[in-house]
């Protein structure tokens, strides 16, 4: 059965069943366990207990979503049901107001409702912040991190379960400007449900109560993640993930907590107080840097007799993360197209750092007696799609007619790429909104949560062949070299290495070539720092393309122009994908924790056949 009361059973069970490996050695928390940790999720290995953890009493497990036949089999018994429960996306709430309308799921509704009770495991024995395991990831991270914590709150004006969320934000334990023990940074980005309860605390002058759990089932953990449907708590779907209703514990005048988690730290949030909280390596692949966030007052830090410390290692994709990513939309994309009328399917590319660059297939029926010559609904649905969620904070939105190609899957990422390069019109495909809001991790725009995005749309007949080799007769500007096909229609260049921002180079580069070079057989040229590492892989050039550019400051073209205020090319469309002086720092593992963990997985050493 996988509906585990506890990480510990959850533990046991994947040992028995051979999906978890121990690691019999002590294991530093600081970079040592991240690199493990990396190096087995690439491998495709088990998951990872390890029970001697330097400088805490607690044992550590990573790697527990690091597959999705792993993902899977921790829900085995409970995946479809919920399945059925999230497709009900009209009102998802009816099935927990009326169960008895819906027969299959009666059982799944009665879990979704949390227990509620004086106690619970998890208050076994009080412990300090500086107990738990001081995980840090990255060499130049601030301190320690919570990597799988679940945030928990409610709404000060409108108190009580139903209203509650449970997210996962970034929770620093340490380090900086923090007061040893008694404050911990809680870092959470726009467009969080969190922030609508803070919002509230901030009008009525109180501090915001919030409790982390971490561990627990992993019904939880996955919650935490969750997009779910306004009307469907958090707490409500992972108890019917993990098919037993969630165990919370409620004390008079106190915000409830997970009972069954592996540990709780229980606070306030100050109405006013902001601490710098990072720098933190995030899942774009860089450095999230420090800013001023949120400080939690710490009261009570509990733990359960048995508990153990679960963590993951965030970075550039793909991670553990990818996962989540992989089995929320396994969940949730069937009901894409209840939530959005004529949508068909939507893919947050996960090695473009997920928010950076979004793909969807939409419906062209606003005429059906004409041709389809240029996109009409597609750009009423990327609108909608824009205004959805955390859909919102995509920065590129590339978006074809599901009727021009029934069998294109967005998944198929080259195939995607190709299908909308053959077919798009840069004079007119191209839509900005400028001056908006970005991932608060991605450093690409003009500040924090500062930038641009563009919506790509395609539709109709192709217009073009799409070159695979670099033809003999193409001509570089000057200081530009090495040309290399990355995927069928877009080249990637070596450039000049960018200085000082806005140092013209894309400029120049456009400027000096017209509309009948043989560059623009290649409808997307993209600007690097190095073609042959961007081209290697088709991962390399998501990732080093839609994580370093900012489209209203980094997209120019061959032969542009500007029509009744709408921009558009001629010729090829040129990204300026070059590292810019003010981007972050990417991600470089410790080269002495590398050699270490190397030998370890020597002949004979402790991690010797895990990677």
């Known amino acids: 059965m996988s509906a585990y009361r506890s990480l510990r059973e959850c533990v046991t069970d994947l040992e028995r069943h051979g999906h978890l490996a121990r690691v019999d050695v002590e294991v530093d928390p600081y970079l040592e366990a991240a690199e493990i940790q990396r190096r087995v999720f690439e491998a495709g290995g088990p998951a990872l207990l390890f029970p001697r953890v330097k400088g805490s009493a607690f044992p550590m497990v990573s790697n527990l979503f690091g597959t999705a036949e792993r993902t899977r089999f921790l829900f085995r018994d409970t995946l479809a049901r919920v399945k059925q429960l999230v497709a009900l996306r009209g009102d998802p709430g009816a099935v927990m107001r009326r169960p008895w309308r819906y ?26 912040i500086s107990d738990l395991p001081q995980l840090v990831s990255w060499p130049l991270d601030g301190g320690p991190f919570i990597t799988l914590p679940q945030v928990y709150s409610e709404d000060p004006e409108r108190p009580g379960w139903m209203k509650s969320n449970l997210g996962m934000y970034r929770v620093q334990l340490g380090g900086g400007r923090y007061a040893q023990d008694r404050q911990i940074g809680l870092h959470y980005q726009i467009h969080r449900g969190i922030g609508v309860h803070h919002a509230a605390a901030i009008r009525k002058g109180e501090p915001l109560r919030v409790n982390i759990f971490v561990g627990g089932p992993p019904a939880l953990t996955l919650a935490a993640v969750m997009p779910l449907p306004e009307g469907l708590p958090e707490l409500a779907f ?10 919370m514990v409620q004390r008079p005048g106190a915000l409830p907590f997970a009972g069954e988690a592996d540990f709780v730290i229980c606070g306030t949030v100050d109405p006013e107080l902001r601490l710098p909280e990072g720098p933190f ?20 830090v509990y733990a359960r007799a048995d508990a153990i410390w ?21 969940i949730t994309g069937p009901a894409i197209p209840a939530v ?11 090695a473009a750092g997920v928010h950076p660059l979004l793909l969807a297939l939409g419906s062209e029926r606003y005429t059906p007696y004409a041709p389809r010559d240029r996109p009409a609904e597609l750009l009423t649905q990327a609108s909608a799609i824009l205004g959805q969620g955390q859909m919102s904070l995509a920065k590129v939105l590339m978006i074809a007619a599901a009727d021009d190609a029934p069998n294109l899957d967005l998944h198929d990422v080259t195939g995607f790429f190709g299908h909308v390069l053959q077919r798009v019109d840069w004079r007119r495909d191209l839509h900005f909104h400028t001056e908006t809001t970005i991932d608060t991790l991605d450093y690409s725009g003009g500040g924090l949560n500062v930038g641009s995005k563009v919506v790509i749309a395609a539709v109709g007949a192709p217009r073009r062949p799409l070159p695979v080799e670099v033809p003999a007769d193409l001509r570089l500007p000057p200081g530009f070299s090495d040309p290399r096909v990355c995927m069928p229609g877009a080249l990637a260049v070596t450039s000049p290495a960018c200085t000082v921002a806005g140092d013209g180079a894309l400029q120049r580069f456009c400027a000096a070539l017209t509309p009948e070079d043989a560059i623009n057989r290649f409808p997307l040229v993209v600007l690097v720092d190095d073609s042959e590492f961007v081209a290697r892989t088709t991962n390399n050039f998501l990732w080093a393309t839609f994580t370093r550019m900012n489209p209203a400051v980094d997209i120019e073209g061959v032969g542009a122009r500007t029509v009744h205020k709408h ?13 810019k002086p003010h981007h972050a720092l990417q991600l470089i593992e ?16 402790p991690l010797h056949g895990l990677f």
């Open 238 to 247: 992972a108890g019917a993930l993990a098919g037993r209703r969630v165990r």
């Open 281 to 300: 390596g995030d899942h774009l692949g860089y450095y999230s840097l420090a800013h001023d966030f949120p400080v939690l007052r710490v009261e009570k």
């Open 103 to 128: 027969a299959g799921l009666v059982r799944t509704a009665w879990h979704a409702r949390p227990k509620f009770g004086g106690s619970g495991p998890v208050m076994a024995r009080e412990i300090r």
């Open 590 to 605: 410790d080269p002495a924790v590398t050699r270490r963990v190397l030998e370890w997985a020597a002949p004979g050493g």
């Open 340 to 350: 959005i009328p004529g949508v068909h399917a939507v893919h947050a590319v996960d």
């Open 310 to 330: 679960p963590f993951t290692v965030v970075g550039r994709p793909p991670q553990e993360d990818t996962q989540f990513g992989a089995i929320i939309h396994e």
């Open 567 to 579: 921009w558009g090319c001629e010729g090829a469309l040129v990204i300026d994908a070059r590292r």
